[in-house]
């Protein structure tokens, strides 16, 4: 895990500078309510907790775009039968997007791409596991432009399935509210 952070901090590092002279380019933060829904042996269990993720960004025409972003999605634990299973979902992503603008302050968009998921997962009296899965990742929002270079955003995303085993699965989702700097 920390091999991935450290070489995504790097790989933003070599790219702000660049991002920087592009006119379409943006980075962003946002915090919310990160939820996981574990399936296993027919049973459904969810819990929620505070995820961020990061972003950088660039929008090739006022419609169409591309991002990149690391998600934490929460620590949620799960108690049943006076066991308690926790997860620690995390999420690095490449997307399309596409944006419509509705006037010069206010536009809604929706993004498509693929998510490579990073799981530990833990239960009582069992080693902690960890699994990385690759899936969709599928997301939709509104921004707001506070001025020209800061906007303020509201999205929902769905990151797949960050675990997919025989056994069951988990699913993470993340609804969020943050800010980005456009270049």
Known sequence: ????????????????????????????????????????NGISLKDSDTGFKLTAGYDFTKNFGVEVGYADLGKPSIA?????????????YLAGTATYPIDEAFSVFAKAGVTNNHTKLGATGVPT????HTAAILGVGAAYNFTK?????????????????QG??????????????KF
């Not at 049943?80 to 690095?92: K, L, V």
């Not at 596991?129 to 990385?132: A, G, L, N, R």
């Not at 270079?149 to 085993?165: H, M, P, S, W």
């Open 80 to 92: 049943a039968g006076g066991d308690r299973a926790t997860a620690e979902p995390r999420s690095y």
């Open 129 to 132: 596991e960890k699994f990385t």
């Open 168 to 181: 069951g699965n988990l699913k993470s989702d993340m609804v969020s509210i943050g800010l980005r700097y």
């Open 1 to 40: 895990m920390k091999k991935h952070l450290l070489v995504a901090l790097v790989g933003t590092a070599l790219i702000l500078p660049v991002a920087a002279q592009a006119e379409g380019a943006y980075i962003g933060a946002s915090v919310g309510s990160a939820e996981s829904k574990l399936s296993t």
């Open 149 to 165: 270079n800061i906007a303020g955003v509201i999205e929902y995303e769905n990151f797949g399935k960050t675990v997919d085993e």
